[in-house]
C-alpha cells in the first residue's frame, strides 16, 4: 500500500512538472533562458559597457540573441534581466560556448557584477497568449504567480478567459504567456509579460472588467476572483523597460 501511495505522488509530480510542456510538440514552441544580473552600484556603467560588446559579438544571430531589460518595480528592482532568445532546448546544445566567449564573460563581464539570481527557463503558451502586430514597446509589466501544487490547470482555465477578452477586444498590447520549465522553491511558476505604450498608460480608465463582463457574462468577474484566490498564493508585478544599447540589436 505504502508503495502505491509513493507511486501515485511520484505520477503526480511528473504529470505537475509536464504541464507546461504537454502542449507543444518536438521543437514547436518559443522559450526564453533567462536571470538577473544585480550590478555593483560604482560599476553600473562599466557593466552596461561590457554586456554591449559580449552580446554584439557572441550574441549575434538568432536564437541566441540577448535583450537587456532594467527591472524598475519588485524584488528585482535596479537590477539588469538578462533575456536569451527565443530559442529551444535543442537549440542550447549549440548555444555560444567558444573559449572566448567565455573568457570574455569571466573576465569582462562577471567582475562588475555583484549578484546572478533566478537562472529560469520561460515556455511560451501561444494559445493562452495574444501578440498583435506592432505591440512591442519596450515597457513591461512581467506578473509572476505562484500557483498553488496541482491547480495549474485551473490557472490555465482562467487565462482562456481572459486571452478571449484581448482577442474579441482587439487590444493593442502584448498578452503573453510563460511557464516556468523547472520546479523551484521562490513561487515562480508562471509569469505573465503585458506590454503598455507609455507612462500615461496607467492614468487611463481600466474597462478591462467591464470588457471581461461583455465578453463573459454579467457577475463573471467575481467568479473568476473566487477561482483566482483559490489557486493563487501570491504574486507580484515587475516594471520592466527595454534596453537597446546593451543589447544584441
Given amino acids: 500500500m505504502?508503495?502505491?501511495?509513493?507511486?501515485?505522488v511520484l505520477m503526480m509530480l511528473i504529470s505537475s512538472f509536464t504541464f507546461a510542456q504537454d502542449d507543444e510538440s518536438a521543437t514547436d514552441y518559443k522559450m526564453y533562458e533567462t536571470m538577473y544580473l544585480k550590478p555593483k552600484t560604482d560599476k553600473m556603467m562599466e557593466l552596461g559597457e561590457a554586456l554591449a560588446k559580449h552580446n554584439r559579438t557572441y550574441h549575434k544571430d538568432d536564437p541566441y540573441k540577448v535583450h537587456i531589460w532594467m527591472a524598475n518595480t519588485g524584488p528585482h528592482t535596479g537590477e539588469l534581466v538578462y533575456v536569451m532568445g527565443p530559442c529551444t532546448f535543442t537549440d542550447l546544445d549549440s548555444r555560444p560556448?567558444?573559449?572566448?566567449?567565455t573568457e570574455d564573460w569571466i573576465k569582462n563581464v562577471m567582475p562588475y557584477v555583484k549578484e546572478v539570481s533566478d537562472g529560469e527557463y520561460w515556455k511560451m503558451d501561444d494559445k493562452l497568449s495574444y501578440s498583435p502586430d506592432g505591440s512591442f514597446t519596450g515597457k513591461e509589466i512581467w506578473s509572476v504567480y505562484d500557483i498553488k501544487p496541482f491547480d495549474s490547470y485551473?490557472?490555465?482555465?482562467l487565462l482562456e478567459k481572459v486571452v478571449e477578452v484581448y482577442k474579441q477586444k482587439e487590444y493593442p498590447n502584448y498578452f503573453e504567456v510563460y511557464f516556468n520549465q523547472f520546479d523551484s522553491d521562490n513561487g515562480r511558476d508562471v509569469a505573465i509579460g503585458f506590454g503598455f505604450p507609455n507612462y500615461a498608460f496607467f492614468d487611463e480608465d481600466d474597462t478591462f472588467w467591464k470588457d471581461y463582463e461583455d465578453v463573459h457574462g454579467e457577475g463573471s468577474r467575481w467568479k473568476f476572483f473566487e477561482e483566482f484566490r483559490d489557486i493563487v498564493n501570491n504574486s507580484y508585478d515587475e516594471l520592466s523597460e527595454y534596453i537597446p544599447e546593451l543589447s544584441s540589436e
Fill in 97 to 101: 560556448d567558444s573559449e572566448e566567449h
Fill in 154 to 157: 485551473r490557472f490555465k482555465a
Fill in 2 to 8: 505504502k508503495k502505491l501511495l509513493r507511486l501515485l
